[in-house]
């Protein structure tokens, strides 16, 4: 499996956007569905947001829905999220991992980032 690459971390202040992206390659092609995750210091690894591989199809975690949108460009081999109105407690590592299944468990992930911390400030 070609591993993720994110990108596009940072600090921002509460209520500030940012965007993240995942290159991976070959994703469409295989049919994969991506996973974002998160993992804040001291904290499980917990579920963001899954687009399906033709781009159709999204699912998010209650905590993030109606301020991030996950989207794909599958001609740049590229997964996005986009977030907005951040909160001090979206502050972690976030993490994209390919699948070719449907679901949010992190055993069925196929392919892992290796993640972007991103740090929103109160």
């Known amino acids: 499996q070609v591993q993720p690459v994110e990108s596009g971390g940072g600090l921002v202040q509460a209520g500030g956007s940012l965007r993240l992206s995942c290159l991976a390659y070959?994703?469409?092609?295989?049919?994969?569905?991506v996973n974002w995750f998160r993992q804040a210091p001291g904290k499980e690894r917990e579920f963001v947001a899954r687009?399906?591989?033709?781009?159709?199809?999204?699912v998010y975690a209650a905590s993030v829905q109606g301020r991030f949108t996950i989207s794909r460009d599958n001609a740049k081999n590229t997964v996005y999220l986009q977030m907005n109105n951040l909160k001090p407690e979206d502050t972690a590592v976030y993490y994209c991992?390919?699948?070719?299944?449907?679901?949010?468990?992190?055993?069925?992930?196929?392919?892992w980032g290796k993640g972007a911390l991103v740090t929103v400030s109160s």
């Open positions: 070959g994703s469409s092609a295989n049919g994969y569905n």
């Open positions: 687009i399906d591989w033709r781009g159709l199809n999204t």
């Open positions: 991992a390919q699948t070719d299944g449907w679901s949010a468990s992190t055993d069925r992930m196929l392919s």
